[in-house]
């Protein structure tokens, strides 16, 4: 059987060039595109690629994967030209887009008849209804086996002799924004070289992934009489007013908790801010990831997201949730009503997420 590399040889037109031109549609979610860092690394130190994406979260490379282009379209004429494309999203348009760029190698995840467009694919496998183990919540018919995002990648990009060494998402603060940061904390009483813990309470409006402010208030309450380490809040662009209930809601009495001056930090910024921190306290969002990929350890609190699909590099991670009949479901609002509306943050214990990050915090 040939080898995914001697394959890509024969089915790729000649070219000018001694390399193959590779096309890697990266995944629109920050959280994704962060688990999806090592793939992308790999190919910049392989030569390069066409990262094809969203460039409000792309930018969370500048500086980096200096061999990589940028290309912030899906029209498949501007694709045309590459010999291999590695398709990191699931959907059926991206799997089109790059046939009729007539790119001969297609490789990605067959899901549905999103197959027959690839000429290289893996099939996940499906739940079957089962328990999952560790979550106590029945399975909802035959859905998808929910796995690392980070290890699918992996081994999507090997489908194209793409070979990954190492499998850790890293991302390095720039200089510019570190300073940045810098100056915001001291604006705030934070001193260069403090420690200082990080929260971020941010989630876009009607979120079922946004933790409720009564966890985040009850857990700031909670913090402010165990640990004299300030808390720094933050949160994204449109998200200021969340992040200002939640401060007004904080208590007054011991309370260290903060939040800097507007505007919002963008994605470089807050990579930088999370690089000078203890520990980073959010729900499982893309900020988690980003605290991840910047090596500060992170407590993630849990709602309706399934853990299975994180799972990987948890070492300095602690997961915080409560099973609930309901999830989890993935949904972007909840459809519940009454005590069970949000019931997956709700049930969380504050004093739960205060001991994970006192733990994070002093293990330093």
Same mark, same amino acid.
Not at 111 to 134: F, Q
Not at 165 to 192: C, F, N, Y
Not at 283 to 306: E, F, K, M, Q, S
Not at 325 to 351: N, Q
């Given at each position: 059987?040939?080898?995914?590399?001697?394959?890509?040889?024969?089915?790729?037109?000649?070219?000018?060039?001694?390399?193959?031109?590779?096309?890697?549609?990266?995944?629109?979610?920050?959280?994704?595109?962060?688990?999806?860092?090592?793939?992308?690394?790999?190919?910049?130190?392989?030569?390069?690629?066409?990262?094809?994406?969203?460039?409000?979260?792309?930018?969370?490379?500048?500086?980096? @994967?200096?061999?990589?282009?940028?290309?912030?379209?899906?029209?498949?004429?501007?694709?045309?030209?590459? /010999?291999?494309?590695?398709?990191?999203?699931?959907?059926?348009?991206?799997? @089109?887009?790059?046939? %009729?760029?007539?790119?001969?190698?297609?490789?990605?995840? =067959?899901?549905?008849?999103?197959?027959?467009?690839?000429?290289? +694919?893996?099939?996940?496998?499906?739940?079957?209804?089962?328990?999952?183990?560790?979550?106590?919540?029945?399975?909802?018919?035959?859905?998808?086996?929910?796995?690392?995002?980070?290890?699918?990648?992996?081994?999507?990009?090997?489908?194209?002799?793409?070979?990954?060494?190492?499998?850790?998402? %890293?991302?390095?603060?720039?200089?510019?924004?570190?300073?940045?940061?810098?100056?915001?904390?001291?604006?705030?009483?934070?001193?260069?070289?403090?420690?200082?813990?990080?929260?971020?309470?941010?989630?876009?409006?009607? +979120?079922?992934?946004?933790?409720?402010?009564?966890?985040?208030? +009850?857990?700031?309450?909670?913090?402010?009489?165990?640990? /004299?380490?300030?808390?720094?809040?933050?949160?994204?662009?449109?998200?200021?007013?969340?992040?200002?209930?939640?401060?007004?809601?904080?208590?007054?009495?011991?309370?260290?908790?903060?939040?800097?001056?507007?505007?919002? @930090?963008?994605?470089?910024?807050?990579?930088?801010?999370?690089?000078?921190?203890?520990?980073?306290?959010?729900?499982?969002?893309?900020?988690?990831?980003?605290?991840?990929?910047?090596?500060?350890?992170?407590?993630?609190?849990?709602?309706?997201?399934?853990?299975?699909?994180?799972?990987?590099?948890?070492?300095?991670?602690?997961?915080? %949730?409560?099973?609930?009949?309901?999830?989890?479901?993935?949904?972007?609002?909840?459809?519940?009503?009454?005590? =069970?509306?949000?019931?997956?943050?709700? %049930?969380?214990?504050?004093?739960?997420?205060?001991?994970?990050?006192?733990?994070?915090?002093?293990?330093?």
């Amino acid at each position: 059987m040939s080898s995914a590399r001697e394959e890509f040889a024969a089915a790729a037109p000649p070219r000018r060039g001694p390399r193959p031109r590779l096309l890697v549609r990266v995944p629109n979610w920050l959280g994704d595109l962060l688990m999806a860092e090592p793939v992308l690394r790999a190919a910049d130190e392989a030569g390069g690629a066409t990262l094809v994406g969203d460039p409000r979260i792309l930018g969370v490379f500048d500086g980096a @994967l200096a061999n990589c282009e940028r290309l912030y379209s899906d029209d498949p004429r501007l694709w045309r030209g590459h /010999d291999a494309a590695l398709l990191l999203t699931g959907s059926f348009r991206t799997a @089109l887009t790059a046939l %009729r760029a007539g790119i001969p190698l297609r490789a990605g995840q =067959a899901r549905d008849a999103r197959g027959l467009l690839l000429t290289h +694919s893996l099939a996940p496998a499906r739940e079957r209804g089962r328990t999952p183990l560790g979550l106590g919540v029945h399975g909802r018919g035959r859905r998808w086996l929910p796995r690392p995002f980070g290890s699918v990648c992996v081994e999507l990009a090997a489908l194209v002799g793409l070979a990954v060494r190492e499998r850790r998402p %890293r991302l390095m603060p720039d200089w510019a924004a570190s300073e940045h940061v810098r100056r915001r904390l001291e604006a705030v009483g934070i001193a260069p070289g403090s420690n200082f813990m990080v929260a971020n309470v941010g989630s876009r409006p009607g +979120s079922a992934k946004g933790a409720p402010t009564e966890l985040w208030s +009850s857990m700031l309450a909670a913090l402010a009489l165990r640990t /004299d380490l300030p808390c720094v809040l933050v949160s994204g662009p449109g998200e200021e007013a969340l992040e200002a209930q939640i401060h007004a809601a904080a208590p007054r009495r011991n309370s260290r908790a903060v939040s800097l001056p507007q505007p919002a @930090l963008g994605l470089c910024e807050l990579a930088a801010l999370f690089s000078q921190a203890r520990v980073v306290v959010t729900a499982d969002n893309g900020p988690r990831h980003l605290a991840v990929a910047v090596g500060t350890p992170v407590v993630a609190i849990l709602g309706p997201t399934d853990p299975r699909h994180t799972a990987d590099h948890l070492e300095h991670t602690r997961l915080v %949730r409560s099973p609930v009949p309901c999830g989890p479901c993935h949904l972007e609002v909840c459809p519940l009503s009454g005590p =069970a509306h949000k019931s997956c943050f709700t %049930r969380i214990d504050p004093d739960e997420v205060v001991r994970a990050v006192l733990e994070l915090a002093h293990a330093l």
